[in-house]
């Protein structure tokens, strides 16, 4: 959903300059959609962007919540350091079998864990391996505000959150779109990131607006 499906001129000279996926980047998406996964994943311009975040606050522990063909946690992965941890949550085993072999080719296997279940069940198992430095949100938008609330319990001062697919392709903010569920989640989510005392947030539009929030 948040690829980039048409690239201006602009657009195209910044994937080739910073974004550009490297040759195992593009395997795992074209073995991706042979093997029919949702073409949902994020793309290389919010790839490269949580690269630089797990850089810049110099995360050791990444949650994400979402894990699909393993593609975004990829981009993560290749950011942390070597003793570094990424522990990724997907509902559907296919998905997490395909994601595990993905980081295996790349090495990334010491680095990525995957766990399976509905992202709602798990986290509250992940209490002992808190506080994350960085938590990234890109599942169903329907529970984005109790993710949200998860990330901040797994937080401490310092921790940056990230949710995408904000703009929802325009759903946001489309009065003929405000009735559907997954739309009203992410509403809810947005205010309370606006609203919530514990986090100074904003939202980077580019490309399906991505949601950045740090703890204080």
């Not at 979402?66 to 950011?79: I, Q």
């Not at 949200?148 to 797994?154: H, P, Q, R």
Request: glycine share 8%.
């Amino acid at each position: 959903m948040s690829q980039l499906r048409e690239l201006d001129t602009y657009q195209r000279y910044l994937r080739q300059l910073f974004h550009a996926d490297d040759e195992e980047l593009q395997r795992l998406q074209a073995e991706a959609e042979a093997a029919g996964l949702p073409p949902i994943s994020i793309g290389p311009e919010q790839g490269k962007f949580l690269q630089v975040l797990i850089v810049l606050t110099r995360a050791r522990k990444v949650l994400e919540i979402g894990t699909l063909g393993g593609y975004s946690g990829a981009w993560m992965a290749r950011a942390l350091p070597p003793d570094g941890r990424l522990i990724s949550l997907e509902l559907e085993e296919p998905h997490a079998a395909f994601a595990r072999r993905q980081w295996a080719q790349m090495g990334l296997e010491g680095k990525c864990q995957v766990r399976i279940g509905p992202a709602l069940e798990t986290l509250p198992h992940l209490a002992d391996e808190a506080p994350f430095d960085l938590v990234f949100i890109d599942a169903d938008k329907e529970n984005y505000p109790a993710y949200l609330e998860w990330a901040i319990t797994y937080s401490r001062p310092g921790t940056v959150i990230v949710g995408d697919n904000v703009a929802l392709g325009g759903r946001l903010v489309d009065p003929e779109s405000r009735e559907e569920a997954w739309v009203q989640g992410m509403r809810r989510f947005v205010e309370r990131l606006s609203q919530d005392p514990r986090l100074i947030s904003t939202v980077v539009p580019y490309p399906d607006g991505l949601a950045l929030a740090v703890v204080r």
